[in-house]
């Protein structure tokens, strides 16, 4: 009888020790923050492009995985060509009011490496994707979006 006093501490220790050892855990996993979905140099050409594009849609920030998928035979090659398109984003993915994709457009700055650019280019094409690209120091006005958009 004399025991259970002892033997009551310890349990609360041991589950003070076991709370705070979670608390701890949870603690060490990593931060996040949110941050804008485009810069502002692109949120005013999203703009230029649904004035270009008024019956259709206009999504910023697009996977490349979420527009085209490989076809390679066997799952291996299959992996692989995924893995080289799931990292991907595309600056704008532009579609029909029926959700058909009709292009894709990048616009270009300093950041963008022309290497890589035609390789993604080339990639999106093996897909039938046309890519549109602009250089963000000279965006075309609306009009000539828009005729862009719609050259086939």
């Not at 701890?24 to 703009?47: A, D, Q, S």
């Not at 290497?115 to 080339?122: G, P, T």
Request: glycine share 4%.
């Amino acid at each position: 009888m004399t025991d259970t006093p002892m033997v009551l501490m310890g349990a609360v220790i041991l589950a003070v020790i076991v709370v705070f050892a979670i608390l701890v855990w949870k603690g060490r996993g990593h931060r996040y923050e949110p941050c804008p979905i485009m810069t502002r140099n692109e949120l005013e050409f999203f703009r230029r492009l649904e004035m270009a594009h008024p019956n259709g849609y206009v999504f910023p920030q697009v996977s490349m995985a979420a527009v085209m998928r490989p076809v390679s035979g066997d799952e291996k090659r299959r992996l692989a060509a995924f893995r080289a398109i799931s990292q991907k984003r595309l600056d704008f993915a532009i579609y029909s009011r029926s959700m058909e994709l009709l292009c894709v457009v990048e616009l270009d700055d300093r950041t963008h490496n022309p290497h890589k650019d035609e390789i993604r280019d080339k990639m999106l094409a093996t897909a039938g994707i046309r890519t549109i690209r602009w250089d963000s120091r000279q965006k075309p006005d609306v009009h000539e979006i828009k005729r862009a958009i719609l050259a086939r």
